[in-house]
Structure formats: C-alpha cells, structure tokens
C-alpha cells in the first residue's frame, strides 16, 4: 500500500473551507492551476468529486460535507504537535475567553476567578454569556471557550471535560418562615407552595419523583427559568425555591436553606472544551484558574443539616 500524501490534508482543508479554486490558492500562496492540479489528485486519491460546478461557484458534495470536519481536526492536531511548546508570559498575555456558564455560577464562582485572573494576567479579560442549552456548536465553532454544567448526552463525543465540584438541592425560603423553624419533614416540605425552576418550561422533575413512593405531591405554583428568578420570588414571598447548593450561595444571603428530606442524588459541575484548544498554553492556564477557584470556595460552603427529620 502506496504512503498517503499527508500534504494533501492541508489542501483539503483550505479548500473545504474557502469553497473556491482561486480562493484556496491565494490562501495558500500558490497559483490557481497548482490548486486545479491539487483538486485533482484529492479527487482521484478519495475517489470523490469533492467540488462540483453550480452556476458560476463550486459546492461541495456530500463526501466533502462529510469530511470538511474531520480533516479540520486531524490538520488542528497536526499542527498542535508539530507547534514547539513555548513559555506562557502572564504579564504581557492579552486575551479574551468567553465562558458559557450555568445558572448561578458567576454570582457564586464570577468575583472570585475575575480576581484571580486580573491579579496573574492584567491583560485578560472575561466575557460570561448566558447558557439557554447544552448545544456543544459554540465549543466547536470557537464562539465559546470554556463552559460549565451537568456533562450530559446533548455534548459531542469530542468534548474534553473535568469535574469542579459535586453540588446537590436544598430548599430556601424567606426568613421568617414557616420551614425557617423546626425539622422539615417530607410531608411538611410538600405541604408548602413551591416555585419549579425549568428552562424547558417543564413542571416536574427529580424531586417531584422522589416524592411520590411517600405518597407526596408539591403544588407548584409557579415555572421560572433560572435559579436567581426563583430565588428573589421566594425571598419576597412565602413560596419554597429549591435549587442546587453551591451554585447559589451568594444569591442566598440573608435566607434560609435547609437540606431537602428527599433522596435526591446529587450532580457532577465540570468544565468543559474542545480539544483543539487542549494544548494552547492560556487555556490551560484559565482551566486551573476556575479548578483552583471553584476549589476554595466549594470548601467553604455548607448547610446545617440538622434542619433534616428522617
């Protein structure tokens, strides 16, 4: 078996992605009848047309869809390897990352990683935008470069992850309180009127599930989609919010949180990227930022768990 021309993945590459002869030679610094030549050999050595004629453009055929985006990675990672190592300079790195985080966690984690990073590289800067799905795309695209949240099937193969911290739900409600005195009990927890917290706009889940072997339902009264919503509804009203430990600890100051009398499991919080940023020396350098921030402050937050009855 005759040894590929790895050279060709580079054309490849420029091709599929500028869709045009006359683009990808200028892209590369080569004439146009080099590049026609180039088309030529990957058309005979994949055995595919790669790109045909529409009116006066090409478009790629199915097999070039098919390929435009694992060629993409395997020249990334080429590059990667074949790109010396250099030492990270913090003093003159300017940069911006855009971080994708779940509910709550730049109220809770956002002070503390600012600071750290302002204090080790003035020149960085952090962008938070909101996260409305699982959707990896924006990992993918380079939109987005970090995310945090539940690791679930709606992320890609691809995705690089590592755990932060274990959270967990608890209930809070306003000070003063009926649930702010005495042990909360399943039936008593039930009892009350609840807020349900659903991007999706669903009205039931875990905990709803939890209480039905006990022959307990919860009326929710209301569907909010994040967690601070439910949090500053049920600071001003007798309703119970129900939301995840450490994600909220800052929003919960001056309330009460009590652990839940339920069985509910609790979750995994990681961080999450895409590999053809794996090796570059600032992401890195961010990753153990937010291990080492998430890492201090998860120790220090807790819930009295006397509040629980069995």
Request: a positive charge.
């Amino acid at each position: 078996m005759s040894t590929p021309d790895l050279n060709l993945l580079v054309t490849l590459d420029v091709l599929l992605a500028e869709g045009s002869v006359a683009r990808a030679a200028k892209r590369l610094r080569l004439s146009p009848s080099a590049m026609s030549r180039a088309l030529a050999r990957l058309r005979e050595t994949t055995g595919d047309p790669l790109l045909v004629r529409a009116g006066r453009g090409l478009v790629p055929t199915p097999r070039a869809l098919e390929l435009r985006e694992q060629v993409s990675q395997l020249v990334q990672d080429a590059e990667a390897v074949l790109r010396p190592v250099e030492k990270l300079n913090l003093d003159q790195l300017v940069r911006t990352f855009t971080l994708r985080t779940s509910e709550g966690f730049v109220e809770s984690f956002g002070a503390q990683l600012i600071a750290r990073v302002g204090e080790q590289a003035p020149g960085v800067r952090l962008r938070f935008v909101q996260k409305p799905d699982k959707d990896s795309t924006p990992l993918r695209d380079g939109s987005v470069d970090l995310e945090t949240g539940v690791v679930g099937k709606d992320y890609g193969p691809e995705v690089r992850t590592q755990a932060l911290f274990r959270d967990r739900f608890i209930g809070v409600v306003r000070m003063g309180h009926p649930l702010s005195q005495g042990a909360i009990t399943p039936a008593r927890y039930a009892a009350g009127r609840h807020i349900y917290v659903s991007r999706r706009g669903l009205d039931k889940g875990p905990i709803d599930e939890a209480l039905k072997p006990l022959g307990l339902a919860r009326e929710v009264v209301t569907i909010v989609a994040g967690f601070s919503t439910a949090l500053a509804l049920a600071r001003a009203t007798d309703l119970i919010a129900s939301v995840p430990e450490r994600h909220t600890a800052n929003l919960r100051v001056g309330m009460h949180s009590f652990v839940l009398p339920l069985a509910i499991p609790t979750f995994t919080v990681s961080m999450l990227w895409h590999p053809r940023v794996d090796a570059d020396l600032a992401h890195r350098w961010l990753r153990g930022c937010l291990r080492e921030v998430c890492a201090q402050q998860c120790s220090d937050l807790s819930v009295d768990a006397s509040a629980v009855e069995d």
